[in-house]
């Protein structure tokens, strides 16, 4: 069972940088999805936007449009830790942020399929301020 635990929110000016961590236990397998995801404040359906993932097999990477360029998801693999460093920060990147795991029965492509996420994080409240 893979449990997950964030750390690092808080609170930010606008155009200013915060690094989430995600301490990892319990993994397993020779590769696995993982992801950050975040629900914003009144999100309609209560709707967790998924915005970066990464596999731990060979550390592949993606990342959703609204953070293309200004976030960095990577892992530390003494740490057993996932990272996700965002910069420029704007005020609609106010959410909860939520570290996410998969099974190892899922190959990389699959790192985008949100149903593929079983275990989560409780999340951590990143909020940016104008």
């Known amino acids: 069972q893979i449990q997950l635990m964030e750390s690092g929110g808080g609170s930010v000016q606008a155009e200013g940088s915060l690094r989430l961590g995600c301490a990892v236990t319990?993994?397993?397998?020779?590769?696995?999805?993982m992801a950050w995801f975040r629900q914003s404040p009144g999100a309609a359906g209560n709707v967790r936007e998924r915005v970066a993932t990464l596999y731990t097999h060979d550390d592949r990477v993606t990342y959703s449009d609204s953070v293309k360029g200004r976030a960095t998801i990577s892992r530390d693999h003494e740490k057993n830790t996932l990272y996700l460093e965002m910069n420029n920060l704007k005020p609609e990147d106010t959410a909860v942020y939520y570290c996410?795991?998969?099974?190892?029965?899922?190959?990389?492509?699959?790192?985008?399929?949100?149903?593929?996420?079983?275990?989560w994080g409780q999340g951590t409240q990143v909020t940016v301020s104008a």
């Open positions: 996410a795991a998969a099974s190892d029965t899922y190959g990389g492509l699959w790192c985008t399929s949100d149903h593929i996420y079983k275990f």
């Open positions: 319990g993994a397993s397998g020779s590769g696995y999805c």
